[in-house]
């Protein structure tokens, strides 16, 4: 027997950030480039700029920053607060799973 | 913001118990009756049976037992493993809730 979960970050009850956010902004900082990114994950640039573009309304600070133009031609990356999310949800999401774990071994199922 | 989270416990990779499971265990300990119990929830009883013999299947020990006839017909009672199994499930559940809530807290999202 093992334990699961599955967590996620909701803003007045609307989903913020879940698993597939958190892989899409990870992708995002290694291709710096939400097409490449998309591309990778096979889904759509549309679907892609959709889930951001929610985030993005959700909160006060940016997640990513378009970049326009410029010689390497509009790349896209993530801010400082944005790459906190991403490392706030795996400490949290891991430091879960090492509680859950260490409490279900306790019981005798 | 808020964290959410969903616990399930399988074995060897199969589903074995999450919240649906436990409120059909929680409504057949409340309703003495596996019929009784997937009308309340709105499911049919193959459906019904279905889940209580796949977790069945996965444990020595019986979660149900199935009285056949006697004076108050073929009644299902849950084992004294049942009870166990889902007061086991909601207090790691609880538990997890309130770690999340109190490291979700410390995060400045």
Redesign the interface.
Known sequence: ???????????DGVP?LGYGRIKLLKMIDNKLSINSAAKELKMSYRKAWKLLNEMNLMTEKPIVIKNIGGKDGGGTVLTEYGKQ?IQ?FET?NS??MD??EK??EK?A?
Chains 1, 2 share one sequence.
Not at 1 to 11: A, F, G, H, P
């Open positions: 027997m093992e334990i699961k979960s599955r967590i996620w970050i909701e803003k913020f999310l706030d949290i430091n879960c509680y859950l409490e279900f019981l199922l």
